[in-house]
């Protein structure tokens, strides 16, 4: 069974950092794009970044150009999230997930078929 298993979430203060981490099971990561996405109360979901199955081409929404990095290794299976200088409206549910192929329009959610369950992201002071 195909599985995504995000981690890394919790309470920040404003200009902190986390990285997020997202984990397969079941199948082996390095032929799939991944994206980052998040949904915050009341909102739609938005992508946040994505990664080609390479590694070699990435995208970042425009708000998070500049503070947020995406990467990923293959040997661990693991895809990152890197966050830095974090705002109160990064607030969110983050989740990863997996396409099977193709890498336009990697920031549309409709196009991703795996999902993890995503992991809770709090800006506060």
């Known amino acids: 069974q195909l599985q995504l298993v995000e981690s890394g979430g919790g309470l920040v203060q404003p200009g902190g950092s986390l990285r997020l981490s997202c984990a397969a099971s079941?199948?082996?990561?390095?032929?799939?794009?991944i994206g980052w996405f998040r949904q915050a109360p009341g909102k739609e979901r938005e992508g946040v970044s994505c990664?080609?199955?390479?590694?070699?081409?990435?995208n970042y929404a425009d708000s998070m150009k500049g503070r947020f990095t995406i990467s990923r290794d293959n040997a661990k299976n693991t895809v990152y999230l890197q966050m830095n200088s974090l705002k109160p409206e990064d607030t969110a549910i983050y989740y990863c997930?997996?396409?099977?192929?193709?890498?336009?329009?990697?920031?549309?959610?409709?196009?991703?078929?795996?999902w993890g369950q995503g992991t809770q992201v709090t800006v506060s002071s």
């Open positions: 997930a997996a396409r099977g192929a193709g890498w336009a329009n990697c920031l549309w959610a409709s196009l991703y078929e795996y």
């Open positions: 079941g199948f082996t990561l390095d032929r799939y794009p």
């Open positions: 990664i080609s199955s390479s590694g070699g081409s990435t």
